[in-house]
């Protein structure tokens, strides 16, 4: 099995591979659209600003590769939102993938409980509905850090409460997408990864 992890302008990539090696799964990271479209299975990670990484993804066509990937492609964190149809962040337009909007977290207006933005830490995802999920992942703690969000819409595969119940997970045919980091989420994320390997 060939498992290509796409190699752009943002962070992250090396910790997913580390992840990968640790599940003894063997992969490449590479920008090279031979490559990621004779893959199995396609990794598209990131950590990183909106407007800037919709910018490179276009001047290096990496946005038209991504639509017209048949095979399972699972997006993280940055990935997931560039999945999505816009973006505060930079106000842009990104993939479409998913008809989503993705929004700013909003402090609440008493913030009693000192709650801050970015989240950053660990949180539980509810409500799962994905072939990445089994039931031993209900409820489970996963590691989050991010200062956007997508709300609660059609392709919601799991949800997470901060400030307000969100999209944490999605999900619309050969596409998949996590908000938190699988690969920094301990036993549980390599059960997610591993589930996405298998599908």
């Known amino acids: 099995m060939k498992i290509a992890i796409i190699k752009y302008n943002a962070g992250n990539i090396q910790s997913v591979s580390f992840a990968l090696d640790r599940l003894g799964v063997e992969h490449i990271i590479t920008s090279d659209p031979e490559e990621i479209k004779s893959a199995d299975k396609v990794i598209f ?3 990183g600003e909106a407007s800037t990484t919709m910018k490179y993804l276009k001047e290096q066509k990496l946005d038209e590769l991504i639509l017209s990937l ?3 492609v699972l997006g993280i964190c940055l990935g997931m939102q560039l999945m999505c149809k816009h973006s505060e962040e930079g106000n842009v337009d990104c993939l479409g993938i998913f008809d989503e909007e993705v929004k700013k977290f909003q402090l609440p207006e008493n913030n009693t409980e000192n709650i801050k933005v970015p989240q950053m830490g660990w949180n539980t995802i509810g409500n799962t509905k994905s072939a990445l999920f089994d039931s031993s992942i ?10 956007f969000y997508v709300a609660l819409g059609n ?8 400030i307000l119940p ?14 938190f980091h699988p690969e920094k989420s301990g036993d549980v994320g ?3 990864l591993a589930n996405f390997i298998k599908l």
């Open 138 to 147: 209900e409820d489970q703690f996963v590691y989050f850090v991010h200062s």
């Open 45 to 47: 990670p990131g950590v």
């Open 70 to 72: 048949k095979q399972p």
């Open 190 to 192: 390599s059960k997610i």
């Open 166 to 179: 969100y999209s944490s997970a999605l999900q619309k045919d050969n596409f998949y997408a996590t908000q």
């Open 155 to 162: 392709d919601t595969a799991a949800t997470t409460n901060y």
